[in-house]
């Protein structure tokens, strides 16, 4: 089965400072992978999606993150965090043992300091 | 705005009850997802839809249920609720059903129960 992990449940960084979110994934299919933010109170919304086009991926807000094979990762990157990005984020991969649902990681809480 | 509109946003109901959650689809999405978010199991896959038919089951619970109508919206049925059901309750939608399609999230309905 296919499955995603999130390393940190926490992530502080100060404003201006690169952000890095990391996501492992274990799939013996290529993967499609996901990145959702979720802002307080709001549902989940779509960062990016990697779909085996491209190994960098970019999304809104000045998100991207980069498809490893190698090392099974996919991990979210922002060159200069600004005070909104602090919210949750969760990676996801695309099952595809035929039920097609998605897996979610647990999630990292990004905290941006003053 | 995603386009997934949910009803409703917030509810308290007392243990033992039951009520249901709706979901209205982007226009033009076939398939609907009902994600389970609680601070101690994450955010859980409940069951998915498509045009009508159940297409995946998750970690949902017997005294739960779901059903998409002619009409594409969906709902999903809580009974014999208990204190552990309080949670924030997700529907999503896709255009169709399969890898790499991006899933919409609505914004919840919180459900308390007491």
């Known amino acids: 089965a296919q499955s995603v992990t999130q390393l940190g449940s926490h992530v502080s960084v100060s404003e201006g400072a690169l952000v890095l979110l990391r996501c492992n994934y274990s799939?013996?299919?290529?993967?499609?992978l996901f990145w959702y933010v979720q802002y307080p109170n709001q549902g989940l919304q779509l960062l990016l999606k990697y779909t085996s086009a491209a190994t960098l991926v970019k999304g809104i807000n000045g998100f991207e993150a980069e498809f490893k094979k190698s090392e099974t990762s996919f991990h979210l990157t922002k060159p200069s965090a600004h005070m909104s990005d602090a919210a949750e984020y969760f990676c996801?991969?695309?099952?595809?043992?035929?039920?097609?649902?998605?897996?979610f990681g647990t999630g990292t809480r990004l905290k941006v300091l003053a | 705005d995603s386009g997934v509109t949910q009803t409703p946003k917030h509810l308290i109901t007392a243990t033992g009850q039951r009520v249901t959650l709706r979901c209205s689809p982007r226009s033009g999405d076939l398939s609907v997802y009902w994600y389970q978010q609680s601070l101690d199991q994450g955010l859980q896959f409940l069951i998915q839809?498509?045009?009508?038919?159940?297409?995946a089951k998750g970690n949902i619970l017997e005294r739960f249920s779901a059903q998409q109508f002619p009409d594409l919206h969906s709902e999903l049925n809580l009974s014999s609720l208990e204190l552990g059901d309080s949670a924030l309750y997700f529907c999503?939608?896709?255009?169709?059903?399969?890898?790499?399609?991006?899933?919409?999230f609505g914004e919840g309905s919180w459900l308390t129960v007491v």
């Open positions: 999503a939608s896709s255009a169709r059903t399969g890898e790499g399609n991006t899933i919409y």
């Open positions: 996801a991969v695309s099952d595809s043992s035929g039920t097609y649902k998605y897996i």
């Open positions: 839809y498509y045009n009508g038919e159940e297409r």
């Open positions: 799939s013996s299919v290529p993967p499609y």
